[in-house]
T-cell receptor
Framework: AQSVTQLGSHVSVSEGALVLLRCNYSSSVPPYLFWYVQYPNQGLQLLLKYTSAATLVKGINGFEAEFKKSETSFHLTKPSAHMSDAAEYFCAVSLTGGGNKLTFGTGTQLKVEL | DVKVTQSSRYLVKRTGEKVFLECVQDMDHENMFWYRQDPGLGLRLIYFSYDVKMKEKGDIPEGYSVSREKKERFSLILESASTNQTSMYLC????????????????FGDGTRLSIL
């Protein structure tokens, strides 16, 4: 079964510091991978997606993620955190044979402190 | 932009009631999904539909049913609500043909926070 693991349910950074949110997937076949963000009392918004065209993917709001096949990882980064980045972040995976379905990680709550 | 609208942001119902959650999308998407979101568990797929009148069970379908009579509307039904169905419910839609392995993202509504008393 496909699965995705997000390490760290809560991450806290200072404003201006590097943001690193970790995501690992389990699959022998490279999947399609997505990062979503959820602000309080809202639905999920797509940050970026990996579709095998390039291993470094740039998304909205200055976020990017790098697909590393050897590590089965798709970590999300942002060079400099802003207070407005405080939200919950979800990694999701869609595998061949999975048809329409996405499997989501359990989420990482990002806190940005002054 | 894709717009996915869920009829209620907050809903309070009583145990045993039949509850309807409605979702409408305005982009003519073939695929629609219902998830529930619980702290520490992420999003779990309840049901999805890839065409009008077509539906498939997700990972946690027990206690739920769905209806898709029109392409733009996907309803989630709690046949007899129970307290363990208190949760945030999220609807999503996506383009692409049924059964296609897709890199297209899902587009989400703002969610319905449902409390069962």
């Amino acid at each position: 079964a496909q699965s995705v693991t997000q390490l760290g349910s809560h991450v806290s950074v200072s404003e201006g510091a590097l943001v690193l949110l970790r995501c690992n997937y389990s699959s022998s076949v490279p999947p399609y991978l997505f990062w979503y963000v959820q602000y309080p009392n809202q639905g999920l918004q797509l940050l970026l997606k990996y579709t095998s065209a390039a291993t470094l993917v740039k998304g909205i709001n200055g976020f990017e993620a790098e697909f590393k096949k050897s590590e089965t990882s798709f970590h999300l980064t942002k060079p400099s955190a802003h207070m407005s980045d405080a939200a919950e972040y979800f990694c999701a995976v869609s595998l061949t044979g999975g048809g329409n379905k996405l499997t989501f990680g359990t989420g990482t709550q990002l806190k940005v402190e002054l | 932009d894709v717009k996915v609208t869920q009829s209620s942001r907050y809903l309070v119902k009583r145990t045993g009631e039949k509850v309807f959650l409605e979702c409408v999308q305005d982009m003519d998407h073939e695929n629609m999904f219902w998830y529930r979101q619980d702290p520490g568990l992420g999003l779990r797929l309840i049901y999805f539909s890839y065409d009008v009148k077509m539906k498939e069970k997700g990972d946690i379908p027990e206690g739920y049913s769905v209806s898709r009579e029109k392409k733009e509307r996907f309803s989630l039904i709690l046949e007899s609500a129970s307290t363990n169905q208190t949760s945030m419910y999220l609807c999503a839609s996506r383009t692409d043909r049924a059964g296609v392995y897709s890199n297209q993202p899902q587009h989400f509504g703002d969610g319905t926070r449902l409390s069962i008393l």
